[in-house]
């Protein structure tokens, strides 16, 4: 049986020659034929190159009549080499002509040929193209055959992309979906349109180094290099800080599993083997893990595809020492970040300025990095279904975190209409900002205090910037979810101290910790967190009233920080009196120590709860006179009164809560309010939505807390509200059996005047 002379090794090392040679793209092809044909033994070699109308035209033959070159054409799908292409996979068949698939193109000659052996030709996981080889007996190729033969399809990629012979960007089929304008339909994370560029947050690496000038040496920096990312994910999984909290570990562990998977480091050495340099032996497995995955339909698979995906990436970063883009520094002015999913403390490491949009294939609205995106007013979008495979650095993308529709390649009148939209949204911020300094009052005289959610140093510029009344909530677990390690006391002083500072005579409530569930703290006893459901587990109060030093820490860091001043604090998920009565004696405790140390104190401390969990909704007689204030978080109350994971997009947006059963239940908590004289706020992210908000001040809130951008809006609204008639109107929705009122809230507005 005849085998490859001298082995791929060699045919490598004569490829590199031909490389180096200063021909023309076609020249080189021609050679390139010529040589695998005499080095596999093998009577014909041709090349086949995807064209945009999805044929595979042979663009090089040794062996077949060369009249055919750049006439014969097969469709994806036609014949064994429009086989290969379209399951980007090889075939190696002994009898080739007694295949169903066989296609006979008799301007080629190649009847008398018995035996063939293909492989695409693919880059990125796309297929460009097909390389086989044709023997007249019937030939049995070997398996290391076939796996040089796609070792030099790699080279051949690299042919094809460097000599422009076909245009890599017209490409059709599976190919050419991934070049034309595509809309996916996202999940709105944070608001705004950004219009800009993509960067990839873990940029693709495009090897350029392929053939390896000494094996051992490349097999030595394979080995190194997957030794050094075990270690990686070890460390991770070991010193995880918070912004790789949830999903994120089980990726991880995922990622452990299959980096220590026999199978694929063995697949990458015998790659090497064969003559390739280190990254380019990870990229041809990769290849096939790709091509598999952007044909996979099981989304278990993908996943699972993915993680091999990722872990190639991060390999080949190592190799060729390319950087994840936040640490490139040249981000483009109007840079929109792609990324499967990223924690908060990965966003931060971005330059701000040249951020306009994020988009993540993954995430949920209410996770922490969607947080902070809202907070650093980044327009953020969610679930992109497959993005990271439908785009390319450098991409245009127009990105709408109101809708969540993404447009990637835009066409040019989808860019005129959101450039349009960019300047009308642009228009109104003008409006806001000049009302920023008027009353929040609605038409016929009623003030509604209008404060901004907070959590992060960032955030202090956007109370001033957006005329709020104060800080309505600020989420003191941000500054420990984002930082590395344990924020001491004196860190813990110093920002709530930059809060008050930056406050001044604006009155601002800060939140204890509200971790645990699945917002994990890197220094706590990880094994405590696994849970089967987070949000109602050990969190927030629960673990201040358990593990008390860390309530009491924060508790005088907040105190020391507001010495001489107003200090406002509340507690989250309390869902009993005894609760809270437990939570307020530390503080007690707290200011007695200070006191007795002769250390200065708040002048004015009010202490209040959040109003979260819906047991606590029924205690209101014996809560409210314990109680300075309450604030209503309607994020939680709702998860919990409707049963709906907050964080579950299949869920989360079930149920309507402009309802019956909502509205009731509010203006049951208000009335108690007021017959107790407390006052009470609503911080949720329903009170930044106007028509929401309107519902609210309907209900009878005159306070309500919500992200800085929305305050604009919602002052709009407030000031074109009649609020005694929508209080009257409102009385007729709370009997009614509907499962949404919004559209009579709707056209009260619209009847009224009130801007939504
Ligand atoms: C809420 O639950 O409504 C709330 C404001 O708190 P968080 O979103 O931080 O849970
Ligand atoms: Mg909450």
Redesign the pocket.
């Known amino acids: 049986m005849a085998g490859a002379v001298g082995g791929p090794r060699v045919l490598l090392r004569k490829l590199r020659e031909v490389m180096a040679e200063q021909v023309t793209a076609q020249q080189r092809l021609d050679m390139i034929v010529v040589l695998i044909a005499s080095n596999m033994v093998a009577e014909v070699c041709s090349v086949y190159l995807m064209r945009p109308t999805n044929e595979l035209e042979l663009f090089a033959t040794e062996g077949l009549k060369p009249t055919a070159v750049h006439k014969t054409r097969l469709r994806v799908g036609e014949g064994l080499i429009g086989d290969i292409a379209s399951h980007a996979r090889p075939l190696n068949l002994a009898d080739a002509q007694s295949h169903p698939g066989f296609a006979y193109r008799p301007e080629t000659g190649e009847e008398v040929y018995k035996s063939l052996m293909g492989v695409p030709v693919l880059r990125s996981g796309r297929v460009v193209g097909v390389l086989a080889v044709q023997n007249r007996t019937k030939r049995n190729y070997t398996e290391e055959e076939v796996e040089a033969l796609q070792t030099v399809a790699m080279v051949l990629a690299e042919v094809v992309a460097a000599g422009d012979l076909i245009n890599l960007n017209e490409l059709d089929g599976a190919t050419q979906t991934q070049r034309r304008p595509l809309h996916i339909a996202a999940s709105p994370f944070a608001e705004g349109i950004a219009l800009g560029h993509a960067v990839m947050h873990e940029p693709r690496v495009h090897v350029t180094r392929l053939i390896a000038e000494d094996v051992d040496v490349e097999l030595e920096r394979l080995e190194q290099s997957v030794y050094q990312l075990r270690g990686s994910i070890d460390d991770m999984l070991e010193t995880e800080d918070l912004s790789h909290a949830g999903d994120h570990r089980e990726v991880l562990q995922a990622y452990r599993m299959f980096a220590n998977d026999r199978g694929w480091l063995q697949r990458m050495s015998e790659a090497v083997r064969t003559g390739l340099t280190a990254e380019a032996a990870v990229e041809r497995v990769q290849n096939d893990t790709r091509a598999r995955l952007l044909r996979a339909a099981d989304p278990y698979l993908r996943d699972r595809l993915h993680d091999f995906d990722d872990l190639a990436n991060r390999l080949l970063r190592q190799l060729t020492g390319v950087k994840l883009s936040s640490a490139s520094g040249n981000l483009p002015n109007d840079t929109i970040l792609i990324a499967r999913n990223m924690g908060p403390a990965e966003l931060l490491d971005y330059d701000k300025v040249r951020l306009r949009a994020l988009v993540l294939e993954e995430g949920a609205a209410?996770a922490h990095v969607a947080i902070v995106a809202r907070a650093l007013g980044i327009v953020t979008v969610g679930r992109a279904d497959a993005i990271l495979d439908s785009i390319d650095t450098g991409d245009a993308i127009i990105v709408d975190g109101d809708a969540g529709d993404v447009y990637i390649r835009p066409t040019s009148d989808i860019i005129d209409a959101y450039s349009e939209k960019a300047r009308f949204r642009a228009r109104k911020q003008e409006q806001y900002q000049a009302i920023r300094h008027e009353p929040s009052v609605t038409s016929d005289g009623e003030p509604v205090a209008l404060y901004v959610?907070a959590g992060l140093q960032v955030d202090l510029r956007h109370l001033h910037e957006s005329g709020a009344e104060g800080i309505g909530?600020f989420?003191t677990e941000l500054q420990f979810m984002v930082a590395a390690k344990l924020p001491s006391l004196k860190d813990q002083i110093e920002l709530y101290t930059a809060v008050l500072d930056a406050a001044g005579d604006h009155p601002t409530v800060f939140r204890t910790l509200?971790v645990g569930g699945d917002k994990m703290l890197p220094y706590m006893d990880v094994a405590a967190f696994k849970e089967e459901n987070p949000a109602l587990g050990w969190r927030a109060i629960r673990i201040g009233l358990d593990r008390p030093a860390l309530l009491r820490h924060q508790l005088r860091a907040l105190l020391t920080a507001a010495a001489g001043r107003s200090l406002r604090v509340m507690f989250?998920m309390v869902a009993e009196v005894a609760e809270f009565k437990r939570a307020r004696a530390f503080v007690d405790k707290e200011l007695a120590r200070l006191k007795k140390f002769g250390h200065p104190v708040p002048a004015h401390l009010e202490i209040g709860t959040?109003l979260?969990v819906p047991s606590l909704v029924w205690q209101l007689d014996t809560l409210l006179p314990l109680v300075d204030f309450v604030s209503v978080?309607?994020?939680?109350?709702m998860q919990f009164l409707f049963a709906v994971d907050r964080g579950n997009s299949r869920v989360s947006n079930r149920y309507d809560l402009l309802s019956p059963a909502t509205l009731g239940f509010l203006r049951f908590i208000v009335t108690k309010c007021r017959a107790h004289n407390v006052p009470v706020t609503l911080?949720?992210?329903m009170s930044g939505r106007p028509l929401e908000a309107m519902a609210l001040v309907g209900l009878g809130f005159r306070r309500i807390s919500m992200s800085p951008a929305a305050i604009g809006p919602v002052k709009m609204m407030v000031r074109s509200l009649p609020a005694g008639l929508l209080e009257t109107f409102m009385e007729g929705l709370y009997g009614l059996p509907d499962a949404s009122v919004r559209e009579q809230l709707a056209d009260f507005a619209a009847d009224h005047g009130v801007v939504i």
């Open positions: 209410n959610n909530l989420r509200d989250p959040m979260e978080g309607s994020n939680d109350l911080c949720g992210e």
